[in-house]
């Protein structure tokens, strides 16, 4: 793959800032801070990290459902902020595409599956001629007929899920954002979806902003990854690269954590959590300080910045 | 001794109209032994009744899910009682002391207007009578916080100030702050990051080794089944496909959906392009006749379209359900 390859959505020094409790106990939590990264055309990208490290919030300004604090997001050069016409932004809607975790919440219990996947291709304005919604279907390995006047509590979770990507498939996306697709499935049905990425990448040159906690489905799919940590990516590279031969304390940290499915390997080692999740969002310096075998005294109060280092970027003073 | 034993379970979602009657066979005549003092993993497709079969054994199948079919028994004091037949005051008094329940999805299970402190508190007043309260709640609440990296500052906090690993956390805290003798998990470790989950992993290994009580772990994650269970059920639309201990099921898969479930499973430094079993699982208001895996089977014979195979003991202690295996089969030919 060249290295001149064409950018599909960039972010920029993206921020969120939300305001938590109330009263007196209010406070600001600076949930994303300093996101750059950008995901080519027939890429999957994969987000990973911390449960509550801040990859939904980047997931829902990339797709314009939330507005940033400060920084942009341009698809295809161009700032979304921008798309003020309906039209332009039912256009951006038709090539950006989501996919959930929970694919009983993407359909509503009392309608039939088939009607909603003929008004999301009628909405959208979809040659209503064409077979859109079948071929959608058949690109997720399920028949038209399999579905056909069936309520969502009739199909399984996987089904379902299936059914979700179909139809983010419907308007022809160039981009899919999937948040934690798989969590939710079985591993043998959860390979079936991330290898249903990589054919709609070949075959589709449909790309993928994968966001997940499962690092190992994560190093089969992905080509690219950026790894957060309370609201910074810290490390960001090929998968490669970045999951084989981590840099940053916490991605090792990440990869050591990684449960193996072989009963003979159990984790042996205790580990311990002591920082409040919120404490380390306030942190001023690097905020995995507090946990970091490696901890010098400029970490604590300067906030690392983007390092180059072995073709990977990594946020961490060990590499100035 | 087993703890907690069922016998030809059927638990079904009925839906009735006037012109139609529609039914969801979750857990379709199933029997199990579970021991006493060990995990128990359960794992199996997604919607092929694992939480079902869950909130039916610990009795909180509620219309449209109705116990259709079948026993369940717990060990209470040396004896087995039939849960199935007891009033819902006696039931309640087991429910909890005896068996507690973290759902799926259950970070939102916690009060939201309340603090965590409250939470606990209610919880622990509502089960038992606290003559000090000091001695009796605080002091193992805080030793029990502390094993889950939690700060005792958790206890001020509403839930909506916590991450998602924490509330589940603080909720396994509070399902086993009364030191039940069953333990039901359903994906405790779904939402979290390996890091997190490792803790939850950890936390609930220390309960079960301290309490000597027995966790029924059901989760989709084979990694964390290797870790921590000793013995494991997979389970296929809504019926039992095997059952062996841990290493003996990793090892030695003899079903063949457990093939596809273990050798599907990707590690990291390879990439090599992993197999999933071909199409999807059937739906449980739709089953095929005969072995529910066989539109998907590579192995499918005749026999296998027409009758349901049994759960049958292949070796000592490692069960399957499968015609492959079967030695009615071999003995028929
Ligand atoms: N609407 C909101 N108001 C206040 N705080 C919020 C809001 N949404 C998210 N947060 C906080 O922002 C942080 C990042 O949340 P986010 O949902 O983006 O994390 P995540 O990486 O997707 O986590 P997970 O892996 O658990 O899904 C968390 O601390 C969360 O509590
Ligand atoms: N309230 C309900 N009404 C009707 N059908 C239901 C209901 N709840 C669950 N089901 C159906 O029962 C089946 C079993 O569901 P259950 O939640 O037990 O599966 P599960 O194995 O826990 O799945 P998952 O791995 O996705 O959590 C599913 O096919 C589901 O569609
Ligand atoms: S910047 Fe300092 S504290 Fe942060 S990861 Fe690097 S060495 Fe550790
Ligand atoms: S009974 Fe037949 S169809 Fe079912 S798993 Fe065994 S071989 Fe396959
Ligand atoms: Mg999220
Ligand atoms: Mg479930």
Redesign the interface.
């Known amino acids: 793959m060249s290295n001149t390859r064409e950018e599909l959505i960039r972010t920029e020094k993206l921020q969120k800032i939300f305001v ?2 109330g009263g007196f106990a209010r406070s600001k939590l600076v949930a994303v801070d300093d996101v750059n990264f950008h995901v080519n055309k027939d890429e999957i990208f994969t987000l ?6 801040g990859k939904s919030t980047v997931s829902k300004m990339l797709l314009g459902f939330l507005e940033p604090n400060e920084g942009k997001v341009y698809y295809k050069g161009e700032d979304i902020s921008n798309l003020k016409k309906w039209k332009d932004k039912k256009g951006f809607m038709k090539e950006v595409q989501s996919i959930f975790q929970n694919p009983f919440e993407t359909f509503n219990p009392l309608r039939k599956v088939d009607s909603y996947l003929y008004d999301t291709q009628k909405h959208y304005g979809m040659n209503h001629k064409g077979r859109v919604v079948e071929e959608s279907l058949e690109a997720v ?2 028949d038209i007929s399999e579905v056909k006047g ?1 309520y969502p ?7 379902l ?2 059914i979700s990507i179909a139809r983010a498939l419907i308007t022809r996306p160039s981009l899919l954002v999937a948040d ?1 697709p798989v ?10 979806i991330v ?1 249903l990425f990589k054919e709609l990448r070949d075959k589709r040159h449909v790309s993928v902003l994968y966001i997940t ?1 499962d ?3 994560a ?2 799919v992905s080509d690219r990854i950026g790894i957060m940590f309370r609201g910074n990516i810290i490390e960001m590279g090929d998968v490669e690269d970045v ?2 031969n981590p840099k940053h304390p916490y991605t090792q ?3 050591e ?11 042996t080692e ?5 920082e ?3 404490e380390e969002y306030m942190r001023k310096g690097c905020k995995f300080a507090g946990r970091c075998p490696y901890v010098m005294e400029k970490c604590k109060d300067n906030m690392p910045e983007e390092i180059s280092v072995e073709n990977r970027m990594v946020r961490c003073w060990l590499y100035e | 001794m087993n703890i907690l034993k069922t016998e030809n379970l059927k638990s079904y979602y009925i839906f009735e109209t006037p012109t139609e009657k529609k039914e969801v066979k979750a857990v379709n005549d199933v029997s199990i032994d579970i021991e006493e003092d060990k995990i128990y993993g359960i794992a199996g497709e997604s919607g092929c009744g694992k939480s079902t079969f869950l909130k039916t054994i610990c009795g909180l199948a509620e219309p449209p899910l109705r116990i259709v079919g079948g026993t369940i028994y717990y060990l209470v004091n040396g004896k087995y009682v039939d849960i199935t037949k007891l009033k819902e005051e006696e039931y309640r008094k087991l429910r909890w002391e005896y068996i507690s329940y973290i759902p799926q999805g259950s970070m939102s299970a916690l009060n939201p207007i309340i603090r965590v402190k409250e939470s606990f508190k209610d919880f622990v007043t509502a089960h038992k009578k606290i003559k000090d309260e000091q001695k009796d709640f605080e002091e193992p609440l805080r030793k029990h916080l502390n094993a889950l990296g939690l700060p005792m500052r958790v206890l001020k906090s509403y839930p909506h100030q916590l991450s998602g690993g924490m509330r589940q956390r603080v909720t396994i805290a509070l399902a086993t702050i009364l030191n039940p003798r069953i333990i039901l998990a359903d994906e405790p470790t779904t939402a979290l990051d390996v890091v997190a989950q490792r803790a939850v992993i950890q936390l609930l290994k220390d309960i079960q080794t301290l309490q000597k009580n027995t966790i029924i772990l059901v989760t989709h994650d084979m990694a964390v089944h290797a870790n921590i269970s000793n013995r494991m059920l997979i389970m296929y639309a809504g019926i039992f496909v095997e059952e062996a201990d841990t290493e003996e099921l990793f090892e030695n898969p003899l079903h063949p959906y457990t093939q596809f479930l273990i050798g599907s499973l990707p590690k990291m430094g390879d990439k090599s392009y992993k197999i999933s079993a071909p199409g999807s699982p059937p739906s449980l208001a739709n089953l095929p006749q005969g072995c529910p895996f066989h539109p998907r089977c590579p192995y499918v014979m005749d026999i296998c379209k027409k009758e349901r195979p049994a759960l049958v003991e292949m070796k000592p202690s490692h069960k399957v359900s499968c015609f492959l295996n079967s030695k009615e089969r071999m003995q028929n030919e």
């Open positions: 938590v409790g990973a990290g911390e449960s509550g490290c390995g399920l069936r509590n009739e199909f399984s979770g996987g089904q899920q299936r934690e969590s939710m499935v079985d591993a043998s049905l959860r390979m079936s290898n906690h690092l190992a489905t190093y089969y999951l084989m940290m990440l990869k954590s990684i449960p193996e499915a072989d009963p003979k390997k159990k984790w205790r580990i311990s959590i002591k409040l999740e919120t």
